[in-house]
């Protein structure tokens, strides 16, 4: 039995997610203590339960500690079983995150499976499903894995109400990547969505956003999007040769859309100076299959308390080293050995 | 974790939205949905049939941010949600037909919806367990943030869960019956009974209190504690006066008491308010009230039925409410018998009677007690005196053994001690200081006890006698030499020993058939009331 302290580093949430994708795996069963202890509300929030309940639905593990509260959680998978499943996320929480944290584990299964996930697609503090779609799977794929998605609606907080479709096939050897430039941008584009909210509004950040960071205006793109209840979100993307890269801003009322923009193209613009081809989002959320794959390595910017705790966690489940080698102007290259 | 379902009114007004900006405010029905850290498993939404298309919408934006809610609507149709009758008897009527299983199911009634009334109505049910749950309250958040739920705090009605409120209800009942036991030190279980009962009426009645009990048993200091207790909550404002009827005899009784107006009589210079008047709003003591005449009687009897008596020589009457709390040493039921007291006061005084025991009877109580003694010893002189070991358990051996009497009970412990504490050398009471203490505690003890009904006849008959005498008549002859030896005249004991057939008018020479009784013994009247 692996036992995890969850009050150590940072980001409970990922530490979770890991260790469920890793357990899953690997078959083997952990403990996680001091669930979110330093937290105002400690213990398993409703956002970490489904995803303890999305991993268990598809090992049929056993369990304790899975509830509401709960600051001990235990987790003992059994088989794998690919197939058809349904996630309705509440509190209009990421299924992005969920996905991420099934999508590895499905990959080990014997048969391919078909995903259907409703609630939030595009949500602060998780990666969207533009994210997904153009910056993580392409890496995946890269990678050996065959995943396909398709949105049928965006799915903001509060209200929730987004779906997609995803289908894994099974590949149980990913293999290792290595990427130590991003090679040669092929496309800089900015799309300003609105839904239920003023056109205004993206006209404004579409506009701004290309100004600040002196792109050409037919880059910036307002749109109106379906969602069932209001909602704004800038996605500024680089695509290059091996990476796409992409920076993700949230409207929220009582901050201005220019507010908004300045806040994601500086961290446009911190990518770009530091010419490091991984984001540090990125970076994170390529640990665990690069671990899988048993080797690898890119090159990103200063890692951040997220990617520790993170390499720790696979770590303990993994006979896999995770290096971190600072290379100067900071980036940083990370390499996972066997 | 059980399930758990939330019962609430739809909010008309809060949970009203039609467009998307809905979501943008807050909804408390919809927010109870929201919590990261609350998950409902069943929500029973009670609406209006006007409100249907509301109820309908709220259930499917619940089903999109709560897929793990169940939604059921409840049609409920009240004619004025702000009558309490009526929302009562529909929320009553709801509740009884709700097939609640709480070993199964975790009840939240949710309180924020709906009017004023139905809160209270919620409150009502679940206080009264009518419904098996806890109540909820959610609140918006404090800055608004878009889809922020706010916060919610669930209410447990049941007081004994909460430790700071179940400790400060002990801690003040406590307080009440340790405040009447300061200066009456107990570990006596039943005495400690007697105490809390007195408490419980002294806080919550106006009415007379008795306190029989012996000599230096403690009435007069649990009467002043008593003040001091519902003087302490508020609950009188005037004075504590006392008196002990047994200085009051002969004719200053009655002015003392009721007092007079300048010169209804003799020597009377001024206006008197009396006891009575001066205990306005505050408790009258009447100590030895067995000792009273039968004419303050009733006029006592009359204050305290209707407030109000006529002062020496008034021609109107005063008023004075006053709680009174009387004392004896007497049994007055027998007082009654012999006509000594008045029945009808004895009927109003014997609401709440307490029967102080006296220290003989509790002498688990005499050690706590001689550990107050010498505090307040300490209090009054200014210094600490103690015992050493060996001379406490001497003393303590003695006192809680069968020879000790305390005839006096408190009064002559206290006495004892205040002795011990004086002639103790350089503070410290040692085994000499308590075989002294003893001694005087004998003698005096043997001074004043009863002597038994043999002696008494011994040394007027002599033993040999004595021998002749049988049993029966030996109670009896005991029993009237100490009337006899009690009484000034032959006559005045023949009134005592012949009362009864005095007032039934069957024997008018008491003198000559208590004469002849003793006769028969050969005892005269000079021999027998000689000593």
């Known amino acids: ?236 993307e680089i695509a290059a040769d091996y990476v796409t890269e992409i920076f993700t801003g949230f409207g929220e009322r009582g901050t201005s859309a220019e507010a908004v923009v300045a806040r994601t193209v500086k961290e446009v613009r911190e990518y770009l100076v530091t010419k490091a081809p991984v984001g540090p989002h990125l970076a994170d959320q390529l640990l665990l299959p690069l671990a899988l794959a048993g080797g690898g390595s890119f090159v990103t910017m200063h890692p951040t308390k997220h990617t520790t705790t993170n390499i720790a966690v696979i770590e303990t489940f993994l006979p896999v080293e995770l290096k971190l080698d600072d290379l100067g102007d900071g980036r940083w290259r990370v390499s996972v050995r066997r | 974790m059980k399930p758990r379902v939330a019962i609430g009114f739809l909010g008309s007004t809060l949970d009203q939205g039609k467009n ?34 509301l109820a309908e919408r709220v259930a499917q934006d619940i089903a999109q941010v709560s897929p ?41 009634v949710h309180i924020t919806t709906g009017t004023h009334v139905a809160q209270i109505c919620w409150f009502l049910l679940t206080e009264a367990r009518v419904i098996p749950g806890r109540l909820m309250q959610v609140t918006p958040p404090r800055r608004w943030k878009d889809g922020d739920p706010g916060t919610h705090s669930i209410i447990d009605l049941d007081l004994s869960r909460y430790d700071r409120i179940a400790t400060r209800f002990r801690a003040e009942r406590q307080e009440g019956a340790s405040f009447l036991k300061s200066g009456i030190e107990t570990k006596s279980a039943a005495f400690n009974r007697m105490i809390e009962r007195i408490e419980q009426v002294a806080i919550r009645s106006k009415s007379p209190i008795l306190l029989t009990g012996p000599t230096g048993a403690g009435k007069s200091q649990l009467a002043r504690r008593i003040y001091e207790l519902k003087h302490a909550r508020h609950q009188i404002k005037g004075p504590f006066v006392e008196v002990n009827c047994a200085t009051l005899r002969g004719d200053g009784a009655m002015s003392a008491l009721f007092g007079h107006i300048k010169g209804s009589f003799t020597g009377a210079m001024a206006d008197r308010p009396g006891l009575l008047r001066a205990a306005n709003t505050g408790i009258l003591f009447l100590d030895e009230i067995g000792e009273l005449g039968l004419d303050e009687q009733a006029m006592i009897l009359r204050a305290i039925e209707d407030k109000r008596f006529l002062p020496v020589g008034a021609d109107k009457e005063v008023a004075s409410d006053f709680q009174l709390i009387a004392g004896t040493n007497r049994e007055l039921a027998r007082a009654v018998e012999t006509g000594r007291f008045r029945e009808d006061l004895l009927a109003r005084l014997n609401l709440w009677t307490f029967a102080l025991p006296g220290l003989r009877e509790r002498r688990e109580d005499i050690e706590p007690n001689l550990a107050f003694e010498l505090a307040r010893h300490a209090q009054a002189s200014g210094e600490t005196v103690t015992f050493n070991k060996e001379a406490r358990a001497a003393y303590l051996a003695f006192a809680t053994s069968p020879e000790a009497a305390w005839s006096a009970n408190f009064r002559d412990l206290g006495a004892s001690v205040t002795r011990m504490a004086t002639l103790a050398p350089s503070g410290r009471i040692n085994e000499t200081v308590v075989a002294e203490e003893i001694e005087r505690l004998r003698a005096a003890w043997r001074r004043t006890s009863a002597e038994p009904d043999a002696e008494i006849l011994a040394g007027l008959l002599g033993a040999q006698r004595l021998a002749h005498i049988d049993l029966f008549d030996v109670a009896q002859l005991a029993a009237v030499v100490r009337v006899c030896r009690e009484s000034k005249s032959l006559s005045a004991a023949g009134r005592t020993l012949f009362a009864a057939s005095r007032a039934a008018k069957s024997s008018t020479n008491d003198a000559d058939r208590l004469k002849k009784y003793l006769a028969r013994f050969g005892l005269m009247w000079e021999a027998v009331a000689a000593r």
């Open chain 1, 1 to 236: 039995m692996i036992t995890i302290d969850g009050s150590a580093g940072e980001g409970g949430g990922q530490v979770l997610r890991t260790a469920l994708s890793l357990s899953a795996i690997t078959g083997r069963p952990f403990a996680l203590e001091n669930i979110r202890a330093k937290r105002r509300r400690p213990g398993l929030q409703r956002q970490h339960l489904t995803c303890v309940t999305a991993a268990a639905q598809i090992t049929r593990a056993k369990m304790s500690g899975a509830e509401l509260g709960s600051g001990a959680l235990r987790f003992e998978p059994g088989a794998i079983s690919g197939g058809a499943y349904d996630f309705a996320i509440g509190t209009a929480g990421s299924t992005i995150l969920v996905f991420q944290t099934v999508l590895p584990i499905l990959l080990h299964a014997d048969v391919p499976s078909r995903l259907t996930l409703s609630g939030g697609t595009h949500n602060p503090m998780a990666p969207t499903f533009d994210y997904l779609e153009r910056v993580f799977l392409p890496q995946i794929k890269r990678m050996g894995a065959d995943v396909d998605v398709s949105l049928h609606q965006a799915g903001f907080y509060p209200a929730g109400g987004g779906s997609w479709m995803a289908g894994i096939s099974p590949s149980q050897k990913l293999q290792p990547l290595s990427i130590e430039n991003a090679g040669e941008v092929r496309l800089r584009r900015i799309f300003a969505d609105v839904a239920n909210i003023p056109f205004e509004i993206a006209r404004r950040e579409a506009r701004k956003a290309a100004a600040m960071l002196s792109w050409p205006a037919e880059a910036a793109t307002p749109r109106t999007i379906k969602a069932d209840g209001p909602g704004n979100v800038l996605t500024i």
């Open chain 2, 20 to 53: 998307a900006e809905r979501w943008q405010r807050w909804r408390p029905t919809v927010s109870l949905c929201q919590h990261q850290d609350l998950q409902i498993d069943r929500l029973d939404l009670i609406h209006g049939t006007s409100h249907a298309a």
């Open chain 2, 68 to 108: 793990e809610t169940q939604v059921r609507q409840h049609v409920m149709d009240l004619k004025d949600p702000w009558d309490f009758e009526e929302v009562y008897a529909a929320l009553h009527e709801f509740a009884r037909a709700y097939p609640f299983d709480p070993d199964t199911e975790d009840y939240l």
